[in-house]
């Protein structure tokens, strides 16, 4: 297949993939609210006492809301269920990954500077890793949460900690914090097909035969708990997904700890938001939780890297002194522009990826602060350093910027 074809097919994959996100997520933010703000009231000329209700306003009309399991009652048609945005998001999820890391290779599995594993076998092992912590995660859901509810919790914070380490070290950044974020999706997508749905099976077919309250009530509360957990998982989710957009996050020696402050971070927030209906000083913890996952965040991106110079021989960092256009220049034509051309001869990643060509000096001064990021503060850029780029190269670039990165 052309890299065009690549192109829309990945193109289409991630259109469907953020809107069935968006509704999905956007979903399961507004149930939730609506769970924890239903009043308990009684409803004149009703036999029934429902579990709550609640009047919203929206787009121009009042709408009225009532929560109930229909004990004794008949099964109201048409009833709407909510699955197609899950299953939707997590189809067209697979469908990018296939196309984006795993066949299309629009983005680097593996990278030489993490791990000489290749393409194939990172592959596998992000799959395999995939797999397993979302078997983790529901074996001890249906074997052990029912009974130690604590010991659950903490058997798979551990693998996922564990994951989140097997990545970062093995899988190029950007794949490894992708991969994180697919496995917890995975997790959620589970969720609905493998718990939710089910309960709401039995649900219905437990009302239409007259179903007393009290099963009622645990097939409501099976499904309440596992959605409960796609909730807290919904902002760490989107942080993984949207993080590729920040390679300083994924490219460091301890991507990892990063990694986890963002899914522990997106928690909270999440958790202060759910209890503010019984929490009066929910908005100092809110500014609080914000505050220390920054801290925290801003803390391990300062960590000082290794220098440069220790890990490689001193006689190739001789850059010294003022670097000419020419020279940094010449080090782009031959690393960076195979790529960031409007006429690439390396297309596999797209024309001109991420809308950066350098093809004229114009170009290169303009985007001079990112590439200095890319190429000498992350090295995330050539993407798994497909081109070779020496360290040496890097300094070019480093002091050409670092006295002005101007055309001279
Ligand atoms: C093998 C192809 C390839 C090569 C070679 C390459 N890049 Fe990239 N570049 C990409 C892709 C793909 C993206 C978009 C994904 C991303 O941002 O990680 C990108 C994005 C960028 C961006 C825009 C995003 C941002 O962070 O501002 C910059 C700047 C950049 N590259 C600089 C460079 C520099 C400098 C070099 C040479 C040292 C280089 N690239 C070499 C493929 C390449």
Redesign the pocket.
């Known amino acids: 297949m052309t890299p065009r074809i690549w192109e829309l097919l990945d193109l289409v994959a991630r259109w469907v993939h953020v809107v069935a996100g968006i509704m999905w997520v956007g979903n399961s933010l507004l149930f939730n609210w609506l769970d924890r703000s239903l009043q308990k009231r009684a409803v004149s000329g009703m036999t029934r006492e429902p579990l709550g209700t609640i009047w919203l306003l929206h787009s121009g009309g009042f709408y009225y809301v009532e929560k109930t399991l229909l004990a004794g009652e008949p099964l109201p048609t048409p009833l709407h269920w909510f699955k197609w945005q899950a299953y939707t998001t997590w189809l067209s999820g697979v469908a990018l990954l296939v196309v984006v890391y795993w066949a299309g290779g629009r ?1 680097v599995m593996a990278d030489p500077s993490v791990h000489g594993i290749s393409q194939l076998h990172a592959t596998a092992l992000a799959i395999a890793g995939l797999v397993l912590g979302w078997g983790l995660y529901e074996g001890v859901q249906r074997l052990v949460a029912p009974r130690a509810p604590r010991v659950a919790a903490a058997a798979w914070t551990a693998g996922l900690i564990l994951v989140a380490i097997a990545f970062t070290n093995h899988l190029s950044g ?1 794949a490894a914090f992708l991969h994180v974020g697919a496995m917890l999706a995975t997790i959620m997508a589970g969720n609905v097909f493998l718990t939710i749905v089910p309960s709401q099976r039995a649900l219905v077919a437990s009302v239409r035969s007259g179903g007393a309250g009290a099963e009622l009530a645990a097939l409501s509360a099976r499904a309440k708990r596992v959605s409960i957990h796609n909730n807290y998982f919904t902002f760490p989710v989107i942080a993984l997904m949207v993080s590729n957009h920040f ?1 300083a996050l994924y490219a460091g020696r301890w991507s990892w700890l990063v990694l986890l402050i963002l899914v522990a971070g997106g928690a909270a927030v999440r958790h202060v938001l759910n209890v503010r209906w019984t929490w009066p000083g929910w908005r100092p913890a809110l500014a609080g939780t914000i505050a220390t996952t920054i801290a925290a965040l801003w803390a391990v991106l300062s960590i000082p890297a290794p220098p440069v110079e220790s890990t490689i021989a001193p006689s190739r960092m001789s850059v010294a002194g003022p670097v000419t256009f020419a020279d940094a220049r010449h080090v ?1 034509d031959r ?2 522009a ?3 051309s409007m006429s690439p001869v ?1 297309s596999s ?2 024309v001109a ?2 809308g ?1 060509a350098f093809d004229t000096p114009e170009e290169i001064v303009a ?1 001079a602060a ?2 200095r ?3 000498v503060v992350t090295r ?4 798994a350093n ?2 070779h ?1 020496t360290d040496e190269e890097r300094a070019v670039l480093a002091r050409w910027i670092d006295y002005g990165g101007r055309v001279r």
């Open positions: 983005a950007r390679p782009i690393r960076c195979v790529c960031h390396d990643l797209g990826p991420a950066v985007r990112r590439i990021e890319r190429a995330t850029m050539p993407p497909r081109t780029m």
